[in-house]
């Protein structure tokens, strides 16, 4: 079984201030985690994925996530927010073996983003 | 424009009408999935094809909701006899297969979605 928490459901920043989105998750297997961005009435973006390779992952939009083993969190973070920024984000897991885990993601409740100006 | 395409993007309906999706995935993706999404929370897994064949079927998908995706390219979802609480949005995602090996870390790319309003 796995799942996925994220910790807060929103986050609020200033313009060019950094951004902490965090998630744990729980998985019986070794997961691929992503996290995915969701704008309004727009389709989900893959921002980054970790596939058991480097645990400090960068994705787009100046966004990285760490993956700490220990503390089964993929925590999102970016140095200086925009305002295009303002979305809300999904942490996913995902079994990385097909026939023990399956294929389908697992979603995190999101997390809501709001960027001042 | 290459991407996950659904159809209709929005639709209104009264309780108790029929509705079907439609969903175009990426021409050389052989994997699509549905995902539902209700307001405030993240999309919860709903069914997966490979090719026509309909690998896994999420609990949530009640016997009012039918899968098909006859020829491997497109899918359908019709969802029966609506319910107001079949409001949600309706995601699909299509990847290609890269299982010749028993990892699987393939990204999934998603439509923008259709949404379902049922009064």
């Known amino acids: 079984a796995q799942s996925v928490t994220q910790l807060d459901s929103h986050v609020s920043v200033s313009e060019g201030t950094p951004v902490l989105l965090r998630c744990n998750y729980s998985?019986?297997?070794?997961?691929?985690l992503f996290w995915y961005v969701q704008h309004p009435n727009k389709g989900l973006q893959l921002l980054l994925k970790?596939?058991?390779?480097?645990?400090l992952v960068k994705g787009i939009n100046g966004f990285e996530a760490e993956f700490k083993k220990s503390e089964t969190s993929f925590h999102l973070t970016k140095p200086s927010a925009h305002m295009s920024d303002a979305a809300e984000y999904f942490c996913v897991v995902r079994g990385l073996w097909i026939k023990a885990a399956g294929n389908k993601l697992t979603f995190g409740g999101g997390t809501r983003v709001l960027v001042k100006p | 424009d290459t991407g996950v395409s659904q159809d209709p993007r929005h639709k209104i309906t009264k309780r108790g009408q029929n509705v079907t999706f439609r969903c175009d995935p990426i021409s050389e993706h052989n994997r699509l999935y549905w995902y539902r999404q209700t307001l405030g929370q993240g999309p919860e897994f709903l069914t997966y094809?490979?090719?026509?064949?309909?690998?896994?079927k999420s609990r949530l998908l009640s016997d009012r909701f039918s899968a098909e995706r006859p020829k491997g390219s497109f899918s359908t979802l019709e969802i029966q006899r609506t319910e107001q609480g079949d409001s949600a949005m309706y995601l699909c995602a299509s990847r290609a297969s890269r299982d010749r090996g028993r990892v699987d870390t393939g990204e999934l790319f998603f439509g923008e979605g259709s949404r379902l309003t049922v009064l």
């Open positions: 998985s019986s297997y070794s997961p691929s």
């Open positions: 970790y596939t058991s390779a480097a645990t």
């Open positions: 094809f490979q090719n026509e064949a309909q690998l896994e």
